[in-house]
């Protein structure tokens, strides 16, 4: 600790987002377990003129001086998207957020958040919500439970004295999103075969792996499905059709049909699972630096990436399906087809699914039956402006 004022500045230009997205690297690789993204990633999702998320989002980023020196930052936006929906999904009029807090110590984290809340009450907001960095489908959540190993691909990994310090400013939990980690190496319960066979057995069903070979119309396909079963989650806040258009060709290079499925009743596409191997098994190797050679380790595991782990980051089933036996045996249908393939093809052993809403006993109830066990949770906070 030092009595040395600490100085909080915006963050608005080129140089600035660079020396924030630096210093969340240094943060991050003095944390044990976290993992190291690329630098030109993280550079691009706060770029305004790249991420299409600010075409309907207001943002600030701020940074911590002391001594001359880094020491923390933050960020301050508002979805107008958000601010659109119902205040019973979590969100709705006058919520604002913050995300990409890091901090040195506690009076800096302390000094981070009052400088965020400032800016968004300047803004007309009258609570908030965080961290979520910055997109509800980017990093949402601050790590509560699970440090002790690392985070797979799209989760964030924080270390555990950043609750106590977000929880010393008056933030109450607002919701928890859980992960679950399942094994891979052998078959689900016989319920669940019973279930699969069953369906495999129904006429009516299909489930395919994605095309590659017409991936945008696959995406438009996905992300209908998604819009149309997320809408009464709490937090959820539709793609736009740019939002689409970049996450389309964000994530093929990630896209391996084997992995990936989509279902379909009488011919028509009624849910989807998306599987992504786990990048971060080989960030960490290359430390998240594609130079000198980091490049030549990434592209070799893209290409195939054995003995990965398998990550099932969303997945989603028509509304009108809800609450229906067919909505858990298309489920465990897709599951099913892309652990073999996982297993077959890339050697997996392990698999992620998540993160899934602590309320959502549809999804929790899925993740129970195949025999997979909460390994990770993370907490959004809500605080009155």
Known sequence: MTDEQIIITPVDDKAGRAAFVDLGRRFAAATPHSVPQLRGEMLELVDPARNPFFEHARVQLFLAHRGGKPVGRISAHIDELALELPPEQGMGPGTGMFGYFDAEDEAVGAALLARAEDWLRSEGMTRVLGPISMSIWEEPGLLVRGQDHSPMIMMGHHPAHYQGWIEGQGYALAKTLLTYDLDVSHDFPPLIRRIVQSGERNDRITIRPVDLSRWDEEVQVVLHILNDAWSNNWGFVPFTEREIAYAGKKLKPLIKPELNR????????????????????????????????????????????????????????????????????????????????????FGSKRAEIGWILDDNQGMKAIADAIESTINREYAIYGKQL
């Open 262 to 345: 989509i279902a379909e009743l009488d011919g028509k596409p009624v849910a989807f699972m998306l599987t992504f191997p786990d990048i971060n098994d080989v960030l960490k190797k290359v430390d998240g630096k594609l130079f000198p050679f980091g490049w030549f380790h990434l592209l070799r595991w893209l290409r195939t990436p054995k003995d990965a782990g398998m990550r099932v980051p969303l997945m989603g089933v028509l509304k009108e399906l809800h609450n229906s036996r067919l909505a858990s045996q298309l489920a465990f249908m897709m599951i099913s087809d892309i652990r073999v393939s996982a297993v077959r093809k």
